[in-house]
């Protein structure tokens, strides 16, 4: 009796749910983000006490940085409760 190894013609099929394109790192990107949105506020304050800059700029970017800052906290909050609702499953 003689085995062969059968080849597909195709790519294997994965199995189970795929994530998207970039999911893995789209948390990480988000706090990259904010981080830059951050230090943008920080120059523009920085500019208005150095009379460089307005206080409209100044005003925006805050306001900006306070958004995504908001923005990270919630996904952070989110994906702990996630991990912890899975580490509290029963199996």
């Known amino acids: ?5 059968l080849i597909p013609d ?4 994965p199995r189970g ?5 970039g999911d ?3 948390f990480a990107r988000l706090l990259d983000a904010a ?3 951050l230090t943008g506020a920080d120059r523009a ?7 460089r800059g307005g206080l409209q700029e100044m005003v925006v970017e805050r306001a900006r ?3 995504a800052l ?7 909050q989110r994906a702990a409760q996630s991990v912890s609702t899975l580490l509290g499953m029963q199996i």
């Open 1 to 5: 009796m003689r085995v062969d190894v």
């Open 10 to 13: 195709g790519p294997a099929v």
């Open 17 to 21: 749910p795929q994530p998207a394109d």
């Open 24 to 26: 893995a790192n789209a």
């Open 35 to 37: 981080g830059a949105i």
């Open 45 to 51: 304050e920085t500019a208005f006490a150095a009379h």
């Open 65 to 67: 940085a306070d958004i």
């Open 70 to 76: 908001q923005v990270a906290a919630t996904a952070a």
